[in-house]
């Protein structure tokens, strides 16, 4: 069901609660449930790989819309990488078997990537297969290497300036930080500068 690289570490315990949203996913994505029922609110190799509490994706949802509008109602998060980017079922894009397929937002980049897997195969191959690609492990691990410190659950490693406003991608741009103030500020920026021309000089931004 879940790959056996992701299993080797204790697991919480089963989360009951759900939400009519977290219903309506289930019921698009089938294989969801009995994966949920194992893995929810589970991290993974330091903080690499988190999937939220069942109870808390619906919240995450609509904050990670804040930052997105254009895919409010179109997708549904469900797991978090070390860099904060948000993993969600993208209900646009389907694969041959119905099944909605993955999109990763990115809080610090501005942008959105479509992953052109469902959910199951997304953590038993892509996450398996491709792992630098999906979660940027390798740059974790120079974060790591260089005496950074693993995320908590509700943390991220940052963009202390995001790429979208001309920061490097590089380990002295990142900082530890809480993951809710990340995409609160990072979605307060994002509504600001989203619809300027391109080379527009960002002079004062408002966060609150």
Known sequence: MFH???QREKLPKKVTQATDILIAAVNR???MAEFLEKYAGAAYENGL???LPTVKMAEWTENVAEAFPEYTGQMFCFAFDWLGRSFALDFARTSDEGEPLIMRLEPGTGEVMEIPVAFIDFHNEELVEYTNDALSSEFFEEWLA???LAPGFDECIGYVEPLFLGGEDAIE???QIDLSVYWS???QILAQVRDL???TAIEDLDIG
């Open 146 to 148: 260089t005496g950074g």
């Open 173 to 175: 741009n990142l900082e």
């Open 4 to 6: 056996e690289r992701f």
């Open 29 to 31: 994505s089938p294989r």
């Open 197 to 199: 021309p391109d080379e």
């Open 185 to 187: 500020t990072s979605a």
């Open 49 to 51: 790989y988190r999937i």
